[in-house]
């Protein structure tokens, strides 16, 4: 069954590619975000925090690692694992700031507050659930889904699985050598008659006894009783009128 724990590696192309411009959407966002006025305070770009790195670059990180070995990778085992560890990685975009803040009672690793910004006809409360969306529960929700997606097809077996895993490769094994060659002959198709005769064609006492025509071992006649045949297309002979 080892044959079957690998896999075409196009199984993972397109859900490697989404983790990978999600994870890294996930963890450069807050640092590029300013440019566009869409950002979490501090609004300065690239400007380094505590929150961003554990809040925001771990685990876009995790889910762009994830993507890439889910990417490469032809063996299941290893992409359900980097399933595993992009569903972690979204999970904690959703929770992790307060799970941070609650649980672990780290009030100073903290993303910031969404930075207002009126404009285009949006008021500052609409573009604050726009970047929290983008930032963290959005990003999480689909680093999550594909995720999941990921371990549902690298832990699938398909027909086709099983079909590939079954293919013998020939090229493994030795040519054929000439005493098997010999050995593989086609039957000879010549066909020698037997001397004996067949049944029915035994000489009889009765063939044994009378000799062959022409032989001389009996006289030949004198005279036919019977006079000789008119050839075709002659008339016969009338008689003499007595």
Do not use: K
Not at 16 to 21: D, E, F, K, Q, W
Not at 170 to 178: A, E, G, H, K, L
Not at 203 to 229: E, L
């Amino acid at each position: 069954m080892a044959a079957v724990a690998r896999i075409p590696r196009r199984r993972g192309g397109v859900c490697g590619v989404l983790l990978i411009l999600l994870g890294a959407w996930g963890g450069l966002a807050p640092f590029v975000g300013p440019y566009f006025h869409f950002a979490y305070t501090p609004d300065t770009a690239w400007h380094y925090t505590t929150g961003r790195l554990y809040l925001s670059v771990i685990p876009g990180g995790v889910a762009l690692l994830a993507g890439v070995v889910v990417l490469l990778t032809r063996l299941r085992g290893v992409g359900v694992v980097a399933g595993v560890l992009g569903v972690l990685a979204g999970a904690w975009f959703i929770v992790g700031a307060g799970f941070v803040s609650t649980v672990l009672n780290r009030p100073s690793i903290s993303p910031g507050v969404p930075v207002p910004h009126s404009g285009s006809g949006i008021v500052s409360s609409q573009w604050s659930y726009l970047e929290t969306i983008g930032f963290f529960t959005g990003v999480g929700v689909l680093i999550l889904l594909i995720a999941a997606i990921v371990m549902g097809r690298f832990s699938m077996l398909s027909a086709g699985d099983v079909v590939d895993a079954q293919d013998v490769d020939f090229d493994q094994y030795p040519s054929v050598t000439p005493a098997d060659a010999t050995m593989a002959e086609p039957v000879s198709q010549t066909f020698t008659p037997s001397p004996r005769p067949f049944p029915g064609e035994e000489t009889t006492q009765t063939q044994d006894a009378v000799p062959p025509f022409g032989t001389g071992q009996f006289p030949a006649t004198s005279a036919s009783p019977f006079p000789p045949a008119e050839p075709p297309g002659t008339f016969p002979r009338s008689s003499p009128a007595r």
